[in-house]
């Protein structure tokens, strides 16, 4: 008889839910997940390369790597009845900050989407918006 416990070893996470402070903190937060058309030019005397940009950097929300569902802002009731025009409806207010799904699709980007997760991640009890 075996007395040792044997324990499944825990699947790497997949799923991350980030939260920026605004729409704004994008392409300084995210800047991992945008790129930016560049060309190569060869010095006609030395024939040395460099690289020159192109346009401004644009955001990639997908890849085979990994999928981005930016979710924005949330709203949620506040338990508050309104009524206009003598229709009543839920009072729905903003919450704070700008929100992010994100969904690892292999181990390609692990470690930028990790740091991301420890700097911006959000654990919510319920998320408002999943992956199918």
């Given at each position: 008889m075996i007395d040792e416990l044997i324990t499944e070893e825990?699947?790497?996470r997949t799923d991350f839910y980030i939260k920026?402070?605004?729409?704004?903190?994008?392409?300084?937060?995210?800047?991992?997940?945008?790129?930016?058309?560049?060309?190569?030019?060869?010095?006609?005397?030395?024939?040395?390369?460099?690289l020159q940009l192109e346009g401004n950097p644009y955001f990639v929300g997908n890849t085979p790597d990994y999928?981005?569902?930016?979710?924005?802002v949330l709203h949620e009731p506040t338990g508050n009845t309104l009524t206009s025009?003598?229709?009543?409806?839920?009072?729905?207010?903003?919450?704070?900050?700008w929100h992010i799904n994100l969904r690892?699709?292999?181990?390609?980007?692990?470690?930028?989407v990790e740091a991301l997760d420890v700097s911006h991640g959000v654990t919510p009890d319920a998320p408002k918006r999943v992956w199918l």
């Open positions: 825990e699947a790497p920026l402070d605004a729409e704004a903190d994008m392409p300084t937060v995210l800047s991992v997940f945008y790129k930016q058309d560049y060309t190569t030019i060869v010095d006609p005397e030395t024939g040395e390369e460099s999928s981005i569902d930016v979710v924005g025009d003598g229709m009543e409806y839920p009072e729905i207010v903003a919450l704070d900050g690892l699709l292999n181990e390609v980007m692990r470690d930028s």
